[in-house]
């Protein structure tokens, strides 16, 4: 099984992106009902500003990217953004949903609280996932540089969002012969 270990956060979303704070108004509630009911999925449990997010922030280009890596290379999503709950355990699969990107999700990474720096904190739950799957191949896709540190030939760090350099590095990644 390949693995794409992904934040959203500098990957999907680009730091400045903000269209969300825009398009909130009366129209809003009208929306996450239309979602709800093209998926059958209740996002009325979630954040607003998370539902807007996926639906006006999340760069277009950068998902189909994505899509593209991940058909590529046959590969399920792991993620480990800071996006994750533990009171909506499939909060993830859900917003993803509306991206196109829901089979791909496998499950959000374990998370691990402690006292930890955020990138210790992610190479953690990240190790931890390589031991529970049986993983053949991975990429740890994500715009934290120090990743690159603990996954040097697994790691594809971006900048601001997913770009086709980004996406043609997974697809090596991901296609490379273990050995």
Known sequence: MNI??????????PYD????????NHKTKELVNLLSHK???????????????VYYDWDESAVNRLKYVLDQ????IIIT??????KLPNK???LLTIRGLDNYWLCDNDIINDELSLVKKRVNEINKSLKKYEI????????????????PNNSVIT???MNNIDMENCIKILKKKRG
């Open 4 to 13: 794409v270990f992904l934040d959203i956060d500098g990957v999907l979303q």
């Open 17 to 24: 992106s903000e269209n969300r704070f825009y398009e909130i």
């Open 39 to 53: 998926y059958q999925i209740d996002y009325t449990k979630y954040s607003i500003y998370d539902i807007l997010s």
């Open 73 to 76: 290379t046959t590969s399920k």
């Open 81 to 86: 953004s800071d996006w994750r709950s533990f």
């Open 92 to 94: 993830m699969h859900d």
């Open 136 to 151: 053949d191949n991975y990429v740890v896709l994500d715009d934290m540089k120090g990743l690159k540190e603990y996954f």
């Open 159 to 161: 900048y601001d969002y």
